[in-house]
């Protein structure tokens, strides 16, 4: 059955049948569980999530290793497809802009706020059509992201293509000047770190790397926890702690819950709490985070781990001849040797992330990455074009 395999062992399996000379990585993982160095090495990435909050993580994700993404949507019931281009640089407009800053202020910590449907525990509605509909959209994008057709990319637009109306319309996305994304990540200059300092304090990190007591620190991933309060005796206390490494209450041994979860920090603030701790309390091999001096006082500095994630899966070796013969009907406009120097990422290989795989797999990209978290389920079957190729050769 193909139901209960993992959506993007699914998609890497597709990938591999359509061209035998990609690398591939495919990660069943969520987005927070991963590192901005994952995405490091990345020419452009396609974001086919399906929740604001899947958005709003990997869009961080994407800013702090600068990667140009298309994030793609559709709403099948009025059969409409859109997508959207970030340039992941610190000025540039994006889709969490319009929602998060008041949204995440009302929820009173700093994490993307689930879609509806996933509150109520709806199904979203989808169908092949409108997935290959927004796909065919996020496609030409990701080829003009990367260079690979002639075209511009749209960058801080949104393109909405209307198929019961028959439009194609663009729109300019505002400018993300407070997006709770945090565009500073992609601000200032960047500066490797070498692996050494993860055996190190977190005050012995920090001042390495420059940091002051005014100075804020914004972390590209994980939330830690800015005030908890105690279920028993409920006093409160600022730990500064990732929410699965919580301690008992002081006072009285309890077990602390959180309220207000932060990727945004003044160091004065949290150092008293964390100083002496191990880097590893926050920080991760592959992890990133800005140090933003007070205003007016520098530039922020984007301070990189290299990743420690697994190897990607080489393909067959380039075969020029074959080549030729295979591709010879490839739009001039194509730049077939661009494609070959290019690693690709689709987050997300859902109805989405699959139907834009479907169409892009073939091309002889140098790499392609994959992440999912989820597996199909018998709903995902009627909207899921390779889970359907998938059950045919099972």
């Avoid at 509909?133 to 080829?143: E, K, N, P």
């Avoid at 109306?165 to 400018?175: D, K, S, V």
């Avoid at 139907?355 to 009627?382: F, M, S, T």
Wanted: hydrophobic share 50%.
């Amino acid at each position: 059955m193909i139901a209960g395999r993992a959506k993007a062992a699914i998609a890497a399996d597709y990938v591999r049948r359509a061209n035998p000379w990609v690398e591939i990585k495919a990660l069943e993982a969520d987005l927070e569980d991963l590192t901005p160095g994952v995405f490091a090495d990345l020419d452009a990435v396609a974001v086919a999530v399906d929740s604001l909050r899947s958005r709003f993580v990997a869009t961080r994700q994407l800013l702090a290793p600068r990667v140009a993404h298309v994030d793609l949507a559709v709403l099948a019931e009025p059969w409409l497809a859109r997508a959207s281009v970030s340039a992941a640089v610190a000025d540039a407009p994006c889709q969490v802009d319009a929602w998060s800053t008041a949204q995440l202020a009302r929820a009173g910590e700093d994490v993307g706020i689930p879609c509806a449907a996933a509150d109520t525990g709806e199904v979203f509605p989808s169908t092949l059509a409108m997935g290959h509909a927004a796909a065919a959209v996020g496609a030409q994008q990701l080829l003009a992201l990367t260079g690979v057709i002639r075209e511009r990319p749209r960058v801080g637009q949104e393109i909405r293509l209307d198929l019961l109306r028959g439009t194609y319309e663009a729109f300019r996305l505002p400018l993300a000047a407070a997006c709770a994304a945090d565009h500073v990540l992609a601000a200032g200059r960047v500066e490797r770190l070498d692996p050494s300092y993860l055996r190190a304090s977190l005050g012995a990190l920090m001042t390495a790397c420059g940091a002051e007591a005014d100075t804020s620190v914004v972390l590209a991933t994980r939330a830690v926890v800015a005030l908890a309060a105690c279920e028993a005796c409920h006093e409160s206390t600022a730990p500064y702690l990732l929410p699965d490494a919580l301690e008992p209450c002081a006072a009285c041994g309890g077990r602390l819950a959180a309220v207000r979860r932060v990727r945004r920090l003044r160091w004065a603030e949290a150092a008293p709490a964390v100083a002496p701790r191990a880097a590893t309390t926050w920080l991760r091999p592959g992890d990133a985070f800005a140090l933003v001096p007070p205003a007016g006082a520098g530039r922020a500095t984007l301070c990189a781990f290299p990743t420690a994630e697994p190897r990607w899966q080489p393909g067959a070796p380039w075969d020029e001849a074959a080549a030729r013969e295979r591709f010879a009907r490839l739009p001039r406009s194509f730049d077939l040797a661009r494609i070959r120097a290019c690693r690709i990422g689709v987050l997300g290989a859902g109805h989405l992330g699959a139907a834009l795989i479907e169409q892009i797999a073939p091309l002889p990209w140098k790499g392609i990455l994959i992440v999912d978290r989820d597996v199909i389920e018998p709903c995902n079957l009627p909207s899921h074009p390779l889970a359907t190729r998938a059950g045919e050769t099972a």
